[in-house]
């Protein structure tokens, strides 16, 4: 490959905080991904045997091509990313070291939280509504054949409305909700008592990106 990984190396430990060593397992990794391109496409990812019967498969691939995932303030999607952004990508998954401050640990929390509400925001309008809600929740539950679609919808729609009552507890009868924002997304998950996990053991669905792509780099 074409990649500077001197520079890199530099780029990485500054910025990713990551080591000369995991750097190199993950362009080892990615140049296994791509076929020794410069590149990466969606394709080669779909590629991913452990990928492959993923109930968020979709989701997790889309996170690397996800704009938003790259701290640049942009929207969209790109067709193709290169090792950079691969590793911005998997920057998300580092986990805190003895030095790391208690406010940097709430920075990598964060960043963790908004990856994986990134990942079923799928319009990016910043929040989760309802019928990503629900497509998630299908997704997850129906293909796994233990329940029906219209169950799963079921299930959906009934934990929305209890979001819903939460984060706006005065809500009328007629209001209408328009969906999860981070901030709900965020109080949600500290509902759950899984942040303090984020570090070594992230949640599911990060665990799930970095077994499948890095195979235990970090």
Do not use: W
């Not at 911005?88 to 070291?97: C, L």
């Not at 908004?114 to 997850?140: C, P, Q, S, W």
């Amino acid at each position: 490959m074409g990649v500077s990984l001197s520079l890199i190396h530099i780029v990485g430990i500054c910025f990713f905080s990551v080591s000369v060593e995991q750097i190199k397992n993950l362009h080892k990794r990615f140049e296994q991904l791509s076929g020794n391109e410069e590149t990466i496409s969606r394709e080669n990812l779909e590629n991913i045997p452990a990928l492959a019967n993923n109930p968020i498969r979709r989701q997790i691939i889309g996170a690397f091509f996800d704009k938003r995932n790259q701290h640049q303030n942009e929207v969209g999607s790109f067709e193709e990313i290169g090792f950079e952004q691969f590793l911005m990508v998997m920057s998300h998954f580092r986990p805190p070291t003895l030095k790391t401050t208690e406010e940097e640990r709430e920075t990598m929390r964060k960043e963790k939280l908004r990856f994986l509400f990134n990942m079923h925001d799928t319009d990016n309008d910043g929040t989760i509504t309802l019928e990503e809600y629900r497509k998630a929740v299908e997704e997850l539950l129906s293909k796994s054949g233990a329940i029906g679609q219209e169950a799963a919808k079921a299930i959906a729609d009934a934990a929305m409305l209890e979001v819903a009552s939460t984060n706006v507890p005065h809500m009328a009868p007629d209001d209408f909700y328009e969906g999860i924002t981070f901030e709900h997304f965020e109080q949600i998950l500290k509902g759950l008592k899984k942040e303090s996990r984020l570090g070594d053991q992230p949640l599911e669905g990060v665990v799930l990106v970095k077994e499948c792509l890095c195979c235990c780099c970090f």
